[in-house]
């Protein structure tokens, strides 16, 4: 399943970008070109999801997922790997050695072309192991269920994150977002409210 989410996130963004790049093959490229345009980022209120791996080039890389927020050009996300065993429902009488691993970062966008934005970020990362138990089974009250995991005293690493991102705007409504870091490698989609605000216009 976390392959095929990854799949399609992947050529959702290769498709975006062609798109993009087809719609804007006839402008001039004086009217293409806005860099350093930083009033185009004052049109866009997005809020979205991440997916990807949190941990990444360490022992605790695995699956995470998380969200996103942009206001004015200032963006924030986050991702989180949480205890690989903790959504395994099956009631069993052993404890799994686990991980977790997270990441929020802080960035801001640099317009490179109408539809098109580079964001150096910088942020902090945490990673951790633990035991989860089989035989025990909360509820979280959001329609799952899960296994209790609990940390190992002492084992938590804290990190100074640092990266960069590329942003897609296929639509006045749509941003696909491709980010690599230190510890996360991670993509998103996110969604301009202002859009849905104020209309089309």
Do not use: C
Not at 56 to 83: N, R
Not at 89 to 118: C, H, M
């Amino acid at each position: 399943m976390k392959r095929i989410i990854l799949s399609i996130f992947l050529a959702l963004a290769v498709l975006s970008a062609a798109n993009a790049q087809e719609v804007s093959a006839g402008a001039e490229v004086g009217k293409e070109i806005h860099l350093f345009d930083f009033p185009l980022n004052t049109k866009r209120l997005e809020i979205g999801v991440t997916v990807g791996q949190a941990g990444s080039f360490s022992e605790y890389a695995h699956f995470g997922m998380g969200g996103s927020i942009l206001v004015g050009g200032v963006y924030v996300d986050f991702i989180k790997a949480d205890a690989q065993h903790k959504y395994d429902t099956r009631l069993r009488n052993v404890k799994w050695d686990d991980t977790e691993a997270f990441s929020i970062n802080l960035g801001y966008q640099i317009p490179i072309l109408s539809w098109l934005r580079i964001m150096p970020l910088v942020g902090y990362s945490q990673t951790n192991y633990g035991t989860t138990d089989g035989l025990s089974l909360d509820w979280d009250g959001d329609n799952s269920w899960y296994h209790r995991y609990i940390v190992t005293p002492g084992s938590r690493s804290h990190y100074f994150n640092y990266g960069g991102g590329i942003s897609f705007q296929p639509l006045k409504w749509l941003s696909i977002n491709v980010i690599g870091t230190r510890y996360a490698l991670y993509g998103g989609l996110s969604f301009n409210i202002l859009y849905f605000v104020q209309g089309s216009r």
